[in-house]
């Protein structure tokens, strides 16, 4: 087999992004959860923060999130789809119809925002 | 309980988890999508879910579903990548649970009774 022939392979992109989009999402909870505390007590910091969100670069951060986050459920859907009903011959198809709809969803958001 | 026993009780409690986080992360995006409409701020968030018994059992059931399921994917990775000791990826693994459930359950009981004094 040729070296590196798997990286062609859609299973092995799915593969990368599912752990790589879980890595990120615990990365990220943390930091979710520490603003989230400052709507409680520190209200202006909070509001500062969710400004300073509404900005082109956080934008984009912040629908790179959603997008990891959508990719990780539909990620795992097709992984768990794998493994208790075997759908072997439609996984490329769910590799590509999970991708889309991440990206979808990501568009959603940053279109919905204002 | 032998080690694979252990690896096989892990591995559907991780499962189990993930099917809970399909419906959270399903539910937890359109919340997201609805809020971002009129843009967010800290006084929203607190009136949406301040007093809402609902929203506080819902992101109560999240949050657990979460602090048990992240952390497992995180040890797999771990033993996998790394040369960390089954106990080393354990301990860690009992660290990120803890700290999840710490913070997530801070946040969101901070949030449902944020306004119950005013």
């Known amino acids: 087999m040729k070296t590196g022939a798997h990286r062609n392979h859609p299973h092995y992109w799915a593969f990368l992004l599912h752990r790589g ?63 208790f009903f075997g759908t072997r011959e439609s996984s490329k198809i769910a590799v590509c119809v999970g991708a889309g709809i991440a990206l979808v969803t990501g568009l959603i958001f940053l279109l919905n925002g204002t | 309980m032998s080690n694979a026993r252990l690896e096989t009780r892990i591995w559907a409690l991780q499962r189990a988890t993930a099917a809970v986080l399909a419906f959270c992360v399903f539910v937890h995006l359109g919340m997201i999508i609805y809020a971002v409409q009129d843009g967010l701020s800290a006084a929203e968030i607190i009136s949406r879910i301040s007093g809402n018994l609902a929203w506080l059992a819902f992101y109560a059931v999240f949050i657990v579903a979460v602090a048990l399921h992240a952390p497992i994917g995180i040890r797999v990775i771990l033993n996998e990548m790394t040369n960390l000791s089954r106990k080393q990826t354990h301990l860690i693994m009992a660290a990120l649970c803890l700290i999840i459930l710490v913070m997530g359950f801070r946040a969101i009981i901070g949030l449902y009774t944020a306004g119950a004094g005013a």
């Open chain 1, 21 to 83: 989009s879980g890595i990120l999402l615990t990365l990220f909870l943390p930091a979710h959860f520490y603003v989230l505390g400052l709507a409680i007590e520190k209200t202006a910091t909070m509001d500062g923060f969710l400004s300073w969100s509404a900005t082109p670069l956080a934008k984009i951060a912040e629908t790179a999130l959603v997008i990891l986050l959508a990719a990780h459920l539909t990620g795992g859907l097709r992984l768990m789809a794998l493994e």
